[in-house]
């Protein structure tokens, strides 16, 4: 493991498990639950991710502490590959603002390699229409080439939504990606919303992203242009409806791979999370996306995932 990541690790760890937790809370309650994780893409490589859960704190969906393990399997015509992972998890999320903070670290082993993982954010707000979120992803690269050679990276960066009066928003990321083979990415990203009618749920997105690497050549172990841009209309919606919510975004685009011409784009994603009744709680999210791979412009990849806890 990296020297460096040591302490942050250890730190986080700490934060983020029962012990650490237990002179910030008083609450009881406790909860166990099952996740899974299901993708396909157009070139035949399938995840599937199934999850266990133990909560010893639980508030509610967006504010828990517990450990998870998750069993992995991807396939590929006739190549497949099974992983494990042991997980602890924090969440301390504000549902109505999205501000507060949220942990997932561990250590994931698939194929004689062994990675320790993390997944953090943490979000504030810096003004009345201003806010700031930091975040950090390490994790392996998931393709059947990179999994074989324990290809993973290290992402991390920032975002800031900047509102423009009511009815609009502005928001910015700037990222780097960091890939053991010795590859480097920098991304960026703007996303402009417009809120038509403030309690409808509506808004009409511009989106923009782009990233740069530092070398074309990985050996085909993932999809790696130079270059990449992709510009997108989306539609979002966001409905509420006794205690439930739903949210669903679509939009089209352009892309540009290096100098080949521009080609279509698309993404369509659908998400519906429970109110907690008779101490569950539901969580689902699927959606489908056309952009470009290894062959071509034509690349698609589908996916559902789900989170159901309960309270006791």
Known sequence: MNKLLQPTLLALLLAASPFGQAAETTNDDQGAGAAFFLS??????????????????????????????????????????DGQQIALLHRQIDPATANGWQIDTGLFRQGGHDLVTLDGSYRRALAQRTGLELFVNRDWVETQHSLDRGVHFNYWGASLDQGLGEHLTLVGLAARQDFSDGNERSHGRLKLIYQPWLDLGLTLQARYRTYHSSSDDVDGAYFNPKNYDESMLAVGWRKRLQGWTGTLTAGLGRQQVNDDPRSNTRLLELGLQSPLRAQQSLRLRGGYSQSASFNGPDYRYRYLQGEWIARF
Do not use: C, I, K, M
Request: proline content about 2%.
């Open 40 to 81: 396909r893409d157009n070139e035949g490589f399938t995840t599937r991710r199934l999850a266990l859960e133990y909560l010893p704190d639980y508030q509610h969906a967006d504010a828990l502490t517990g450990v998870r393990y998750t069993d992995h399997h991807y396939s590929q015509h006739d190549w497949q590959r």
